[in-house]
């Protein structure tokens, strides 16, 4: 059951930025892990970053590298992702995704709740 609101994606040219954002109920929020998850076409769903419920730990996945950054401000029930230095790769549908255990994400998992998707193109 979709409980997340996801939003931010977007048409962009390589080297870009975007910023994504989440949105939720706080039941979502209080005590859960949030993070985001992607999956391009024809692949499979793969995760991105996350970052513990009470904001202390985040991960992210290697091709990361830098350029993107997951933050949350559980006082909004809100989860960011800002990307930056995208890449035709990065092109795929961003998922908001919400658990009680931060593993569930990082392994792109099936979350407990997640948002509906929000479309990233990058071009070259």
């Known amino acids: 059951q979709v409980q997340l609101v996801d939003s931010g994606g977007g048409f962009v040219q390589a080297g870009g930025s975007l910023r994504l954002s989440c949105a939720g109920p706080e039941r979502t929020f209080s005590n859960y892990a949030e993070g985001w998850l992607r999956q391009a076409p024809g692949k499979e769903r793969e995760f991105v970053a996350a970052?513990?419920?009470?904001?202390?730990?985040?991960y992210y996945k290697d091709f990361v590298k830098g350029r993107i950054t997951v933050s949350r401000d559980n006082a909004t029930n809100t989860v960011s992702l800002q990307m930056n230095s995208l890449t035709p790769e990065d092109t795929a549908v961003y998922y908001c995704?919400?658990?009680?255990?931060?593993?569930?994400?990082?392994?792109?998992?099936?979350?407990?709740?997640w948002g509906q998707g929000t479309k990233v193109t990058v071009s070259s």
């Open positions: 995704a919400a658990d009680p255990s931060n593993s569930q994400i990082t392994t792109a998992s099936p979350p407990r709740t």
């Open positions: 970052m513990s419920w009470s904001g202390g730990h985040t």
